[in-house]
């Protein structure tokens, strides 16, 4: 990591603080503190913030656990952000992405919803097209009209938000990673043990 981790239990010079660390304790339990909070906790209000958003990226939108684990793994690799992909790889199996689909997932250059080409081995019609919209948005940051009308035949608007704010959020949290390079993964791949 290119900064001290803080340490915990963290520091907290009033109420306030010990307030934010008891909100993301709370959201990580049973699990303890991650270097991603030990980090953001240099800034109490920054890692207060970060953790609500957060929070309500991953347990309070509708979409299913395969759909959100699979667009925030995809993330992870494209930006190369293999502390990412550690945590949401298992989670996205977990969710009932299938082991080839991850195969998927995990390939690096870029990948489009083509006509003709149909969808991977492994992965649904849904699960294809959040990867493809999550590479777009992810290298690109506009979408191609053609990948955004096939979103729109697959989901619905509350969905289309949902999977769109996702992806930005962990653009955010993948961007985080790799410039302080929290967790020591810069470099490792997605398949290191570390």
Request: proline letters at 7%.
């Amino acid at each position: 990591m290119r900064l001290p981790y803080v340490s915990d239990p963290p520091p907290t010079a009033s109420p306030d603080e010990a307030a934010i660390v008891d909100r993301i304790r709370a959201r990580r339990a049973p699990r303890p503190l991650q270097p991603l909070d030990l980090t953001l906790l240099h800034s109490p209000p920054v890692a207060d913030g970060w953790n609500s958003f957060l929070g309500a990226v991953r347990t309070q939108t509708t979409l299913p656990a395969d759909l959100r684990e699979i667009a925030i793994s995809r993330v992870a690799v494209v930006n190369r952000a293999w502390y990412e992909w550690m945590h949401h790889a298992p989670l996205a199996v977990k969710g009932g992405v299938t082991e080839q689909g991850m195969e998927v997932v995990k390939r690096e250059g870029e990948l489009k919803l083509a006509g003709g080409e149909g969808v991977p081995e492994g992965l649904t019609e849904k699960q294809w097209a959040v990867v493809c919209y999550t590479d777009e948005m992810t290298r690109n940051v506009q979408v191609r009209d053609e990948t955004f009308e096939r979103l729109k035949e697959l989901f619905g608007e509350r969905e289309i938000v949902e999977i769109t704010a996702t992806i930005a959020c962990y653009n955010c949290v993948s961007r985080f990673l790799v410039a302080l390079d929290v967790g020591e993964r810069n470099g490792l791949g997605p398949d290191a043990t570390h």
